[in-house]
């Protein structure tokens, strides 16, 4: 291979490898699993409190806000809904309001904190917190 040869592959065949790299780096190939429940205390929907699911092997937790009948879904990301396949240590925070422009009004207060498992598919977690306490 002459000296011209070696040069023109690494022009032509730098951008491929740079294509494969950023797509294997930009996948997230991380396992989801929906997650939607309820949150009740004594047969009431608990709305505005914050559900978190924290992996126990670590990596990003997934976060929801009860909505007015208690219901809430997991997202794990602005554009992905549910939680990494596998243990986790969710919690049920109260306050932690928001204003129109994200920022937190109030801090966060614990009411509940529990070991789960989320499993791949579909995963329905209900909370009783009259039963937890």
């Given at each position: ?8 592959l690494v022009y032509f065949g ?52 009860t909505d007015e009948q208690g ?63």
């Open positions: 291979m002459s000296f011209v040869d070696s040069r023109r730098m951008p491929v490898c740079l294509a494969v790299l950023l797509s294997i780096g930009c996948s997230d190939g991380v396992g989801l699993g929906s997650v939607q429940g309820q949150v009740t205390k004594d047969g009431q929907p608990q709305p505005k409190l914050w559900v978190r699911f924290a992996p126990a092997e670590g990596g990003r937790p997934a976060e929801a806000i219901r809430y879904e997991l997202a794990y990301t602005g554009t992905q809904k549910g939680a990494l396949v596998g243990r986790h240590q969710a919690t049920i925070l109260s306050g932690g309001e928001l204003d129109g422009r994200g920022n937190e009004l109030s801090p966060r207060k614990e009411i509940l904190r529990r070991e789960v498992e989320v499993a791949s598919g579909s995963n329905t977690i209900d909370f009783d917190l009259s039963a937890e306490n």
